[in-house]
C-alpha cells in the first residue's frame, strides 16, 4: 500500500529521497521514541517533543489537559507531526554537499480528542507500549482521576510523507577527482544502557524481562 | 545570565523542569544534532528537521532556496525551534507516571534572512562545524553559485525556554508502598559508530582527526 500525497505532503526538495510505502512510514514512527508536535497559537508556530504511539494508520498523542498545545491541538486545529531518526553525519568534500543520514517522517492533519474512556485507555496502552513495551501489563492502570487529568489525541496518517536519506556522500565528480578531503560516513548509534533501578525499590528487586529484552 | 521568558516561553507545564540560564539553553542546543523547525503556511503548521548552528546567541538554520518552509521563515514569519535530546525511558510503577528524561531547548521568534556575503559564509561555517567540528576548513568552500543557491537564516535566542528532567521515576508514595511494579530509568545513550570512508576515496586514505577525535 503507498502514501498517496497532496499538496503538502508531496517531498518537493530531495525527491529522490521520497519513500511512498505506508510500510516505510510505519517503520519510522515504530522506531522513534518522541515526535515533534506543531501547532499555530495566535498566528505562530508552536513546537513541542511529546511521546507517541502508533496503532495501524492512527497515532496517539497525550499530555495533561492544562496543557495549552495539546489543548489547541485538540480543538480541530491542523497539526503537523514530525518524528527524525539521525543515522549519521555524512562528511563531503564539498561543505555545499555536508548532509546527514537520517529516516524522516511527517504527518499532517487534524487531531481528534479522544473521550470514550475504553479507547482513552486503549490510547494510552499504545502511547506506554510505544516507549516501554511490555511495561502496560506490568503497572498500576490509570485510576478514574488521572484519566481525567489526561488528553488523549489521535491522528490519523492518511497525509504523510517519508524520506530516507542513506549511505556515502554525493560529492560532485570534480570534488571526488580533486582529492581536497576525506569524505564518508561517520554513524550515529543510539543504544540502552544499563537499567538504573530506582533507589526506593526493595534491594534485589529484579528487573523484569520487559526491560532486559531490550538491551 | 538568565532567560526573560515572556508569556509565550514561560513553562507552563512542569515547572519544576523549567531551567532559566542562558548557559543551559547554549549547552542543550550544542548537543543536539538536528532542531525541528516550525512555520505557518496557509494558516497550518508544518515542522521539519533541518540542521543548525549556534554563534553566540544567534542559530543559524539554512536550506535550499526552492525550500518552501525556509522561504516562508525568511520572509518575516515567526518560527518556532525545538531541539530535544531524549536521555532515557523513566519506567514507573503507574502508568500515569510514565516519562521520559530528556533536555529540551524551545526557541520562539522571527527569523532574519542573511543576505550580506560574507555573512552568510559565517553561518553555513557555523552551520558545518556544528555538524562536523573541524571540517569546513578540511573541504572545499561553497562557490558563488553553490552560495546563491543556499538560503542561510539567522534567528536571535532572546525567546527561549529550556526543560531538563533527569533522575529517578516520581512515583506516588502509595504506589512505592504498594510495590506493584519495578521502577527506574533505562538510559538511552547516543554514540559515533566507527567512520565508513567513501567508496570513491582512493585506498588507504586516512581517517582525519577531526573525525576520529569524535570516537
Sequence with gaps: MTLQPTPRSTVKRG????????????????????????????DAPVVLPTAYGRDGDTLYLHGSTGARTLREASAGMPVCVAVTLVDGVVYSRAAFDFSMNYRSAVVHGTAERV?????????????????????????????????AATNVLALDLTEASVKIRTGPPGDEDEDVAAGVAWAGVLPLRTTWGEPEPCPRLPEGTPVPEHVTTRL
Excluded at 17 to 34: F, T
Excluded at 134 to 147: C, F, I, N, Q, T
Design 15 to 42: 525527491r529522490e529521497r521520497a519513500v511512498v510505502e505506508r510500510e516505510a512510514l510505519h517503520a519510522v514512527l515504530d522506531a522513534g521514541l518522541v515526535c515533534h508536535l506543531a501547532v499555530v497559537v495566535d
Design 115 to 147: 473521550t470514550d474512556p475504553e479507547r482513552k485507555l486503549h490510547g494510552l496502552r499504545v502511547l506506554t507500549e510505544h516507549a516501554a513495551p511490555g511495561a502496560w501489563d506490568h503497572v498500576r492502570p490509570p485510576s478514574a482521576k488521572e484519566l
